[in-house]
């Protein structure tokens, strides 16, 4: 057990802007539901985190990074909000387009309240207890969206000091959303800045998740200098796993002040266990801790190395990425006009005209449907919408063949190749049966040069 001097990158870059015991149900719930230490969606499917975190409150107006992590492969956000302590509060109206925005991209939302930070130890810090009157206040923006959204009561509430009282506050927090209306499953993060060095979490767990009345509770460790070898990772999980108490890797680094965190070890474990994380964080670090960006200004064209790592390297998004069912058969809901499209380019590069989508006539055993979703001068973002003919399908293959040069160079929820100017997308493992009427879809990016007309796509059924 070892004391952490330094804060988490959470706190840093906080401070510088101021500067998851039963199986699955039979039928679908309301929203996302606790079982046996497994997170399962609305459809009753299981569903394991696979995003990033982005700094929302601190940066509002970056509302095409919804857009750009999806395009990369993420199946969930965490969101940073503000309850106005410390930080300019988000109101219900900005909660509720920021959900607007998880749903346009067929993410996850993990909404957090970051004003707890360090409490006890950090100056300005807030209580659970004060977290929880924001969420209360804020739940006009939150009931009826438990199919999308997950509430983390606290980031990192109580730093290295005064956390004795953790489980009694978390327990009460918890207590006093559910009196106070709030089904949604719900995030509890760990004391010590969140890495939990004193086990205070670990070994109070049990008890906290009874304190839910709706057994719809979740736990979230983050991982920096304290879990640099795969041994205190695997451990530290493994008693959550081995008690059947859901846990979620909240945040990870690749690196950190406070020593070098084992992301290897942690993308690992979590693939072969089944565990949910959610990389920390997207752009927008500051205070000598950026190497934690995964994108350089938000530029999802700029990925940093450690951006690479996650996304395209072993066990990270692009290999290990399921999308969450609830979106599987569902159109994108359209965000309030108010808010930039979240496929906007950035301003230097002012978009062209989008095509229209091409639409195949139906066939017997099923159609597809492509659309740009938006574009930028040499790229674009792409996706596909596959639907069953009047009978169920075991499985799908797309064609389409481009006119102008186009090139698929990523892509998600499909296994997609080329050949010459011909592309070919099959399903997946996961996305293949299809109920007859009932739909899919698969995205990728692509690049582009001159014209960007939209092909005439095929679908053949097996």
């Known amino acids: 057990m070892r004391k952490l001097f330094a804060a988490v990158g959470a706190v840093l870059l906080a401070t510088v802007a101021a500067v998851f015991a039963f199986g699955p149900s ?5 929203g996302f539901t606790v079982s046996n230490g497994r997170l399962y969606d609305a459809n ?6 696979r995003g990033v975190n982005h700094a929302h409150t601190w940066y509002p107006n970056q509302t095409s990074s919804f857009a750009d992590v999806k395009a990369l492969g993420a199946n969930s956000v965490r969101v940073v909000l503000s309850s106005g302590d410390r930080w300019t509060r988000n109101s219900a109206a900005d909660v509720s387009n920021v959900i607007q925005l998880c749903k346009a991209n067929r993410l996850i939302c993990v ?3 970051h004003d707890t930070t360090g409490y006890g130890e950090q ?7 004060r977290a929880v009157d924001y969420w209360l206040s804020i739940a006009s923006a939150l009931n009826g969206q438990e199919a999308y959204a997950i509430v983390n009561i606290g980031n990192e509430p109580y730093g290295n000091q005064n956390y004795s009282s953790w489980a009694t506050d ?9 009196t106070g209306g709030l089904t949604h499953t719900i995030m509890v993060d760990a004391p010590n800045w969140g890495q939990d060095w004193s086990f205070t979490m670990r070994d109070n767990a049990p008890t906290v998740f009874n304190a839910d009345p709706a057994g719809n509770t979740v736990f979230s460790i983050h991982m920096y200098g304290v879990f640099d070898t795969a041994a205190e990772i695997s451990d530290y999980l493994g008693r959550f796993r081995s008690r059947g108490l859901p846990i979620v890797v909240g945040e990870f680094g690749h690196n950190h002040s406070d020593g070098n965190p084992d992301e290897d070890a942690i993308l690992s474990y979590t693939q072969a266990n089944g565990i949910g994380w959610l990389g920390w964080s997207w752009s927008g670090n500051s205070g000598g801790v950026e190497y934690l960006d995964m994108a350089t200004n938000f530029n999802p064209n700029q990925l940093t190395s450690w ?3 996650l996304f395209n390297g072993t066990n990270g998004i692009r290999q290990t990425s399921r999308q969450a069912s609830v979106y599987d058969s569902t159109p994108p809901t359209t965000p309030p006009p108010s808010t930039p499209p979240p496929s906007t380019p ?8 989008t095509p229209p989508p091409s639409t195949p006539p139906p066939g017997s055993g099923c159609t597809a449907t492509y659309s740009i979703g938006g574009q930028w001068q040499g790229g674009f973002q792409g996706e596909v919408r596959v639907t069953a003919g009047a009978s169920a399908i075991n499985g ?15 892509s998600w929820n499909a296994t997609v190749t080329s050949s010459g100017s011909t592309v070919t997308a099959r399903n997946v493992d996961y996305n293949g049966r299809l109920g007859a009427g009932a739909s899919t879809t698969f995205g990728f990016l692509g690049s582009w040069n001159g014209t960007n007309s939209a092909p005439a796509v095929t679908c053949t059924a097996s």
């Open 123 to 129: 100056s300005g810090a807030i209580t659970l207890d």
């Open 396 to 410: 799908w293959t797309v064609r389409w063949t481009y006119a102008n040069g186009q090139t698929v160079t990523q």
């Open 26 to 30: 039979a039928h679908a719930a309301a």
């Open 307 to 309: 951006g690479q790592r």
């Open 44 to 49: 009753g499917n299981e569903f394991i985190m």
């Open 170 to 178: 978390t327990a009460n927090a918890i207590r006093r959303l559910r």
């Open 346 to 353: 950035p301003p230097s590069s002012p978009p062209p005209s």
């Open 111 to 113: 909404l957090e309240v």
